[in-house]
T-cell receptor, first 110, second 115 residues
């Protein structure tokens, strides 16, 4: 089976940078996705890494190290609207389902 | 364009009753997924369709849960003899194809409460 670990809560200051880590254990890793979910809202796709390295999409970047079974989401120039839960999700080889972590609740303070 | 829609948005039912939850995916998306999310948890995979067929139903908790997608578009999740432990938000998602499952588009969910 799979398991993913993320910090349950992170607090950061508006305008700053924050990193949300995700470690995973899986038998046939294929890729790591990141999703954002505001309270009462639907998860929305942010980023995906299948290869080692950094993927940048505007203020958000995601990093993957396959050898360390580790990834992170980096959010820059934080805005109050970035307060939400962030989930990493593993995609396994030969399997199209996503397995989500328990999520990191990010709180932005002024 | 229209996103994924789910109906009803809220459903309250009594223990032991039967419920149907509907999902209308993004037009042209061939892959459809059902998840269940409890408070403070991540979405938990239930079942995935590629076209009309259930490609992976390994997440369905027991035989009270069943899902169909008869024409490869709209899907219905059916729960028989509901139990209080079934209370959760049921999320539906779609992706362009199974190969792009890493990027799923989620609907707003159906909040199911079993009393």
């Amino acid at each position: 089976g799979q398991s993913l670990e993320q910090p349950s809560e992170v607090t950061a200051v508006e305008g700053a940078i924050v990193q949300i880590n995700c470690t995973y254990q899986t038998s046939g890793f294929y890729g790591l996705s990141w999703y954002q979910q505001h309270d009462g809202g639907a998860p929305t796709f942010l980023s995906y890494n299948a290869l080692d390295g950094l993927e940048e999409t505007g203020r958000f970047s995601s990093f993957l190290s396959r050898s360390d079974s580790y990834g992170y989401l980096l959010l820059q120039e934080l805005q109050m609207k970035d307060s939400a839960s962030y989930f990493c999700a593993v995609r396994e080889r030969g399997n199209e389902k996503l397995t989500f972590g328990t999520g990191t609740r990010l709180t932005i303070i002024p | 364009g229209a996103g994924v829609s789910q109906t009803p948005s809220n459903k309250v039912t009594e223990k032991g009753k039967y419920v149907e939850l509907r999902c209308d995916p993004i037009s042209g998306h061939t892959a459809l997924y059902w998840y269940r999310q409890s408070l403070g948890q991540g979405p938990e995979f239930l079942i995935y369709f590629q076209g009309t067929g259930a490609a992976d139903d390994s997440g369905l908790p027991n035989d009270r849960f069943f899902a169909v997608r008869p024409e490869g578009s709209v899907s219905t999740l059916k729960i028989q003899r509901t139990e209080r432990g079934d209370s959760a938000v049921y999320l539906c998602a779609s992706s362009l194809s199974s190969g792009s499952s890493y990027e799923q588009y989620f609907g707003p969910g159906t909040r199911l409460t079993v009393t």
